[in-house]
């Protein structure tokens, strides 16, 4: 390796981009771009593998591509007859298609059979295919959640899709970098969901546009993984290239356990290597942010996109442009009038921001012993099999199916509504997914974003309900 | 893709901030392993009634607006997914530059590879044009200024590789597969074990 003397302190971004440049950018032409690791779905690669084809190509790497079906994939189980009900033939085709292309071509599939299938930001982390240093990728914009481990993640398009696919390299410019340190602690009641929905209301829904995010400080040290994916899959929501969390003890613990992160010997080297992976000491960021933990509540947001996000308990803004008046509109609310207390007919706990076991416990905890209201009609879609099996292993099912609430089969459901699950039109949800847009839940549906915690204690309530009150539970032994 | 050095045309104007992905090409519509014909369901919701009739309100039903190949938009045009559906389905509609003061960076890179030009001006100018919507604008790439007919000319940035892809329809994939030496470098370098 070469020496390092008078190289200037590099931010973890800067270091995760030169260990990847195959051609340094120029004026002329951006760099080409190394990808460690290419996730692939049934509803983004279809036409790229289509490209390939024409031209002649196969993968330069089939081994570096892993694929999962996700979007189109009913969540409810498969009939007597052991069909599943797609929602349509197109749907069910994109599905066969990706099983076809990944058998012609040889890339790992975990299909509808797999015991490891899930959302692609679930299962890769799960497995240990996303681990620190790496570059990943994926046609999917949430590809930001393997940011959590210390990779440059970011999602791509249809057309990059094949460029990846037929040389493991992406064209890229490189990004500017931008830190968010979160200091101190978090109240009870409060958690990373919120966190990130805070951060997005501050910098706003383009305040991360051309940037890449180091998140930092002793908040997010604090967090354990499952709650780093929650914060960093957001980031582009925020309009961000990509984030991320330089890896430390929480990294390598979790990695240990994962089936298919280095093992042994292989594993003591990685770690090694792992542990270089932080941003030096004076490392400069083009754009630095900082955030008090004590100034974080429970929030949701109010509006029809991620940046209208505030506190339960307060007012929701007024008005002071046309987009905001119609954001209002659409979601029927007036300024002035706070958003807890708005009765909800539809929550949804899911999806690759809180769709991890952690987020299946909070829930299950919320709703022991309690009833979903009889207003509500709740979906509980757990990221994974992974996930859906240990959730049942600790009888969590259970708890959600007494309380009146539904247990599905993993996907992202209702999240991006493209399977048949629902929000009707003009109904009000609490989702723990990641986008309020109009329609975004099907047409007319009208989404508040909010955590686990909340989104479980509106559905007690029947109304979006401030979760610092949820009265505490001594713990059973069962 | 063939290359093409400059664009005229009156605009459509959208005024809305954030229009995001999901109003450009909703999910629904994404169950295609197709690239065409996305272009009936661009800006679905809002160009179509429930009951399938053509909203009579919505910019781009409007009869003097057909056939117009620029898209004046409100700050942070295309923000949300990563779904090339969304260039996709403009590209179907005829549009071929979206002007904003503000363009997701996803959207932005997927609309250069389907000849779809994303034009960022000051938040004041794109005001300024959208006052004449019915100006031919004169896009020219090659200077990468966009002029009125009043003699106005605004510069905007646009990558050097870009405006050459775009004026020599230069094939991405091709000019990476042409890298392939370099590629087999940097792997025997790296993945050596
Ligand atoms: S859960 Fe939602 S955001 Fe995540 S990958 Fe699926 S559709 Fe995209």
Same mark, same amino acid.
Request: charged share 20%; net charge negative; with cysteine.
């Given at each position: 390796?070469?020496?390092?003397?008078?190289?200037?302190?590099?931010?973890?971004?800067?270091?995760?981009?030169?260990?990847?440049?195959?051609?340094?950018?120029?004026?002329?032409?951006?760099?080409?771009?190394?990808?460690?690791?290419?996730?692939?779905?049934?509803?983004? +690669?279809?036409?790229?593998?289509?490209?390939?084809?024409?031209?002649?190509?196969?993968?330069?790497?089939?081994?570096?591509?892993?694929?999962?079906?996700?979007?189109?994939?009913?969540?409810?189980?498969?009939?007597?007859?052991?069909?599943?009900?797609?929602?349509?033939?197109?749907?069910?085709?994109?599905?066969?298609?990706?099983?076809?292309?990944?058998?012609?071509?040889?890339?790992?599939?975990?299909?509808?059979?797999?015991?490891?299938?899930?959302?692609?930001?679930?299962?890769?982390?799960?497995?240990?295919?996303? /681990?620190?240093?790496?570059?990943?990728?994926?046609?999917?914009?949430?590809?930001?959640?393997?940011?959590?481990?210390?990779?440059?993640?970011?999602?791509?398009?249809?057309?990059?899709?094949?460029?990846?696919?037929?040389?493991?390299?992406?064209?890229?410019?490189?990004?500017?970098?931008?830190?968010?340190?979160?200091?101190?602690?978090?109240?009870?009641?409060?958690?990373?969901?919120?966190?990130?929905?805070?951060?997005?209301?501050?910098?706003?829904?383009?305040?991360?546009?051309?940037?890449?995010?180091?998140?930092?400080?002793?908040?997010?040290?604090?967090?354990?993984?499952?709650?780093?994916?929650?914060?960093?899959?957001? +980031?582009?929501?925020?309009?961000?290239?990509?984030?991320?969390?330089?890896?430390?003890?929480?990294?390598?613990?979790?990695?240990?356990?994962?089936?298919?992160?280095?093992?042994?010997?292989?594993?003591?080297?990685?770690?090694? /290597?792992?542990?270089?992976?932080?941003?030096?000491?004076?490392?400069?960021?083009?754009?630095?942010?900082?955030?008090?933990?004590?100034?974080?509540?429970?929030?949701?947001?109010?509006?029809?996109?991620?940046?209208?996000?505030?506190?339960?308990?307060?007012?929701?803004?007024?008005?002071?442009?046309?987009?905001?008046?119609?954001?209002?509109?659409?979601?029927?609310?007036?300024?002035?009038?706070?958003?807890?207390?708005?009765?909800?007919?539809?929550?949804?706990?899911?999806?690759?921001?809180?769709?991890?076991?952690?987020?299946?416990?909070?829930?299950?905890?919320?709703?022991?012993?309690?009833?979903?209201?009889?207003?509500?009609?709740?979906?509980?879609?757990?990221?994974?099999? /992974?996930?859906?099996? /240990?959730?049942?292993?600790?009888?969590?099912?259970?708890?959600?199916?007494?309380?009146?609430?539904?247990?599905?089969?993993?996907?992202?459901?209702?999240?991006?509504?493209?399977?048949?699950?629902?929000?009707?039109?003009?109904?009000?949800?609490?989702?723990?997914?990641?986008?309020?847009?109009?329609?975004?839940?099907?047409?007319?549906?009208?989404?508040?974003?909010?955590?686990?915690? +909340?989104?479980?204690?509106?559905?007690?309530?029947?109304?979006?309900?401030?979760?610092?009150?949820?009265?505490?539970?001594?713990?059973?032994?069962? | 893709?063939?290359?093409?050095?400059?664009?005229?045309?009156?605009?459509?104007?959208?005024?809305?901030?954030?229009?995001?992905?999901?109003?450009?090409?909703?999910?629904?519509?994404?169950?295609?392993?197709?690239?065409?014909?996305?272009?009936?369901?661009?800006?679905?919701?809002?160009?179509?009634?429930?009951?399938?009739?053509?909203?009579?309100?919505?910019?781009?039903?409007?009869?003097?607006?057909?056939?117009?190949?620029?898209?004046?938009?409100?700050?942070?045009?295309?923000?949300?997914?990563?779904?090339?559906?969304?260039?996709?389905?403009?590209?179907?509609?005829?549009?071929?530059?979206?002007?904003?003061?503000?363009?997701?960076?996803?959207?932005?890179?997927?609309?250069?590879?389907?000849?779809?030009?994303?034009?960022?001006?000051?938040?004041?100018?794109?005001?300024?044009?959208?006052?004449?919507?019915?100006?031919?604008?004169?896009?020219?790439?090659?200077?990468?200024?966009?002029?009125?007919?009043?003699?106005?000319?605004?510069?905007?940035?646009?990558?050097?590789?870009?405006?050459?892809?775009?004026?020599?329809?230069?094939?991405?994939?091709?000019?990476?597969?042409?890298?392939?030496?370099?590629?087999?470098?940097?792997?025997?370098?790296?993945?050596?074990?």
């Amino acid at each position: 390796m070469s020496s390092v003397e008078s190289q200037p302190p590099r931010t973890l971004f800067d270091k995760l981009w030169d260990n990847h440049v195959v051609v340094p950018e120029s004026d002329s032409a951006p760099a080409v771009l190394y990808v460690d690791l290419h996730l692939i779905h049934e509803v983004t +690669s279809p036409q790229a593998f289509t490209e390939l084809k024409a031209r002649g190509l196969k993968p330069r790497r089939p081994d570096r591509t892993k694929a999962t079906m996700d979007h189109s994939t009913p969540t409810l189980p498969a009939g007597a007859d052991g069909k599943l009900a797609y929602s349509s033939a197109a749907a069910e085709n994109q599905v066969d298609t990706l099983a076809r292309n990944c058998a012609e071509y040889g890339i790992e599939l975990f299909d509808m059979q797999s015991e490891s299938r899930g959302i692609v930001h679930v299962i890769a982390p799960e497995l240990g295919f996303t /681990q620190p240093g790496m570059t990943i990728v994926c046609g999917d914009s949430h590809t930001s959640t393997h940011g959590a481990f210390g990779a440059l993640a970011f999602g791509i398009g249809t057309s990059e899709v094949g460029h990846v696919l037929a040389s493991q390299c992406l064209l890229q410019r490189k990004a500017r970098t931008m830190a968010i340190t979160v200091e101190g602690e978090l109240a009870a009641g409060v958690g990373a969901k919120d966190v990130i929905l805070h951060i997005i209301g501050v910098i706003g829904v383009n305040g991360g546009t051309g940037h890449v995010i180091e998140y930092r400080g002793s908040t997010i040290r604090a967090m354990d993984m499952e709650q780093r994916m929650t914060l960093c899959n957001m +980031s582009i929501e925020a309009g961000a290239r990509a984030g991320m969390v330089a890896p430390d003890e929480v990294t390598y613990q979790w990695l240990a356990r994962a089936p298919r992160a280095p093992k042994g010997e292989a594993f003591t080297a990685a770690r090694a /290597q792992w542990a270089q992976l932080r941003s030096d000491e004076g490392a400069r960021f083009d754009v630095e942010v900082a955030i008090d933990a004590a100034d974080i509540r429970p929030t949701l947001t109010w509006g029809t996109h991620p940046g209208t996000a505030i506190a339960v308990d307060a007012p929701i803004p007024a008005a002071n442009d046309a987009a905001a008046q119609k954001g209002l509109e659409y979601m029927q609310f007036k300024s002035g009038h706070a958003l807890e207390g708005t009765p909800v007919d539809v929550v949804f706990v899911g999806s690759c921001t809180n769709g991890r076991l952690s987020d299946m416990r909070e829930v299950a905890q919320v709703l022991d012993q309690r009833r979903v209201h009889p207003r509500v009609r709740m979906l509980v879609v757990p990221g994974s099999e /992974q996930v859906k099996r /240990q959730a049942e292993a600790e009888g969590i099912d259970a708890i959600i199916r007494a309380a009146g609430a539904e247990w599905r089969e993993p996907g992202c459901s209702m999240c991006i509504a493209m399977n048949g699950d629902l929000v009707a039109p003009g109904q009000l949800a609490v989702s723990t997914s990641n986008r309020n847009f109009e329609g975004r839940q099907g047409p007319g549906s009208r989404t508040l974003l909010a955590s686990p915690l +909340s989104a479980a204690w509106a559905a007690v309530n029947g109304r979006v309900s401030d979760p610092r009150r949820i009265p505490m539970q001594t713990q059973e032994v069962a | 893709m063939a290359g093409f050095d400059c664009i005229r045309s009156a605009s459509v104007v959208l005024r809305e901030t954030n229009i995001d992905t999901d109003q450009i090409i909703p999910a629904r519509f994404l169950s295609t392993t197709e690239r065409k014909g996305l272009g009936q369901h661009a800006f679905n919701d809002w160009r179509w009634q429930a009951d399938g009739t053509p909203n009579p309100g919505f910019a781009f039903n409007q009869p003097h607006n057909q056939g117009r190949g620029i898209l004046l938009a409100g700050r942070n045009f295309g923000c949300g997914s990563s779904r090339e559906h969304a260039p996709w389905a403009l590209a179907d509609l005829g549009l071929k530059a979206i002007v904003s003061s503000e363009i997701a960076d996803i959207f932005r890179n997927n609309s250069l590879k389907n000849g779809l030009l994303p034009i960022v001006l000051d938040e004041a100018d794109v005001q300024a044009l959208m006052q004449r919507p019915d100006d031919e604008l004169h896009i020219d790439i090659d200077a990468c200024e966009l002029r009125t007919p009043d003699g106005r000319v605004y510069p905007f940035p646009l990558d050097a590789f870009a405006r050459t892809c775009l004026m020599q329809g230069v094939d991405e994939m091709g000019y990476l597969l042409a890298r392939t030496p370099d590629i087999d470098t940097y792997e025997a370098r790296h993945h050596a074990s």
